[in-house]
């Protein structure tokens, strides 16, 4: 597609219940990161994927958040046991990788945010 | 982690004024990025800046990486220039990539 798409674009769930977010990086995009943004606030960087590589997990903040990503496309975010904190907007943004004398870096460049899904957990 | 702070918090003009947003942070970065994030949520590429200047249209910005501050510059202001504007950075330092560090952002409302 022209862009980053994510689904659902909306979520209610119960506390307690488990949820999965979606999200189709740009072709080609080999960098994939996921983004929590609670109500006014900025973006709170959660995870990363590069390529093939094990992910970056450092910002996940808890053990109930874990990713998966299927080759160099797309990611599921799975959320355990929901809680009412856990409600916020989940972006998802990717890009291409830097490339300096034809060794990939771990920094990024550009990246491109998707519509998002607002989880709301009751 | 590095610090990104942006001022003014609030800013709200008459239609056709300029203004200036800032971003300071604290530490040497491979990425910075400013957004609009419009009334839907969506957050629209505006510049990708880790240094120098650029123009487009009615918006320009400046990064200074060696005193580590980014200017946003908006031009002829209209109304649906309002939103808030974030500055983003992916910080040089670590073995690791950490996505990028947002500032709280400026919230600009332009007034008919």
């Known amino acids: 597609g022209a862009g980053v798409s994510q689904s659902p674009s909306n979520k209610v769930t119960e506390k307690g219940k488990d949820v999965e977010l979606r999200c189709d990086p740009i072709?080609?995009?080999?960098?994939l990161y996921w983004y929590r943004q609670r109500l006014g606030q900025g973006l709170e960087f959660l995870i990363y994927f590069q390529g093939n590589s094990a992910p970056d997990k450092s910002g996940l903040p808890s053990d109930r958040f874990s990713a998966e990503r299927t080759g160099e496309s797309v990611s599921t975010l799975t959320i355990q046991r929901t809680q009412q904190e856990d409600s916020a907007v989940y972006l998802c943004?990717?890009?291409?990788?830097?490339?300096?004398?034809?060794?990939?870096?771990?920094?990024?460049?550009?990246?491109?945010f998707g519509p998002g899904t607002r989880l709301t957990v009751t | 982690g590095i610090q990104v702070e942006q001022s003014p918090p609030d800013l709200i003009l008459q239609e056709g004024a300029n203004s200036t947003l800032r971003c300071n942070f604290s530490?040497?970065?491979?990425?910075l990025q400013w957004f609009h994030q419009n009334p839907w949520g969506q957050l629209i590429n505006l510049f990708y800046i880790p240094s120098g200047t650029k123009q487009n249209g009615r918006l320009s910005a400046t990064t200074v990486a060696t005193e580590r501050y980014s200017l946003l510059y908006i031009s002829s202001s209209q109304t649906t220039d309002s939103g808030v504007y974030f500055c983003a950075v992916e910080r040089r330092s670590g073995g690791g990539a950490d996505g990028l560090t947002f500032g709280k952002g400026t919230h600009l409302i332009i007034q008919p």
């Open positions: 943004a990717s890009s291409l990788p830097k490339r300096t004398s034809g060794v990939l870096l771990k920094s990024s460049y550009e990246q491109y």
């Open positions: 072709s080609g995009h080999t960098a």
């Open positions: 530490d040497s970065v491979n990425n």
